[in-house]
């Protein structure tokens, strides 16, 4: 039986709110559309630091453009007590675990390594920062595994003595309000998820859709 991973977060914004608690949060984040409707509906229950660590974008120009857009979203959304921490660009970090797996299709054992590299970093910095709690943004995207997002937060939350927010972020109409939001704002989409290799695939699968038979 599949866990709700929407109902888990529910029930933690209920106790939340009944014991008139906000715990601290460090948040995951990719890029501002994925971040924006999850910012949106929680971040009146935590007090949240916006992680940006994402080694795993191709080139150092995209990384800065994704966290300009994240900066300029948390500011004209008026999140005044949101802040933002980011990691210095390593793309190195990536491509060390990448290794052996550039030829394996978006979804598969490399996003898997890729997901695991992010949320344990994030789980270490909830720790050294005394965070209560830590989750990711990535559970928005319908390309992305929710089950194995939450099992790897989990297991890092386990391993580094912080509790992990489980959810999946996508439900509750939370992609299409993160479009919505994303017209609204004007914020750049970037039509891959980050990597060189899901680049890649983006393209080919764009010419294949231009192919007139």
């Not at 797996?101 to 890729?114: F, H, L, M, N, Q």
């Not at 994030?122 to 929710?146: E, Q, R, V």
Request: aromatic share 12%; charged share 30%; hydrophobic share 30%.
């Amino acid at each position: 039986m599949r866990e709700n991973y929407q109902k888990m977060l529910e029930e933690k914004i209920t106790v939340c709110r009944q014991k008139g608690e906000k715990p601290s949060l460090l948040l995951h984040v990719c890029c501002a559309p994925c971040s924006s409707y999850v910012l949106e509906y929680i971040a009146g229950v935590f007090d949240i630091t916006a992680y940006f660590y994402n080694p795993n974008i191709s080139s150092e120009a995209e990384f800065l453009k994704r966290e300009r857009e994240l900066e300029r979203f948390v500011g004209e959304f008026g999140l005044e007590n949101v802040k933002i921490v980011t990691e210095k660009y390593d793309h190195a970090e990536f491509l060390r675990i990448a290794k052996g797996k550039e030829s394996v299709p978006e979804g598969g054992e490399r996003c898997y390594d890729c997901y695991t590299l992010r949320l344990e970093k994030t789980a270490k910095a909830a720790k050294a920062g005394g965070f209560d709690l830590f989750t990711t943004t990535l559970s928005i995207s319908p390309h992305k595994n929710a089950d194995w997002l939450n099992e790897i937060g989990q297991r890092m939350g386990e391993k580094y003595g912080v509790e992990y927010l489980f959810a999946d972020f996508k439900k509750r109409n939370g992609y299409k309000r993160s479009c919505e939001l994303s017209r609204e704002y004007n914020l750049y989409r970037q039509s891959f998820c980050g990597c060189e290799f899901s680049q890649a695939e983006a393209i080919r699968r764009e010419k294949n859709k231009n192919i007139i038979l």
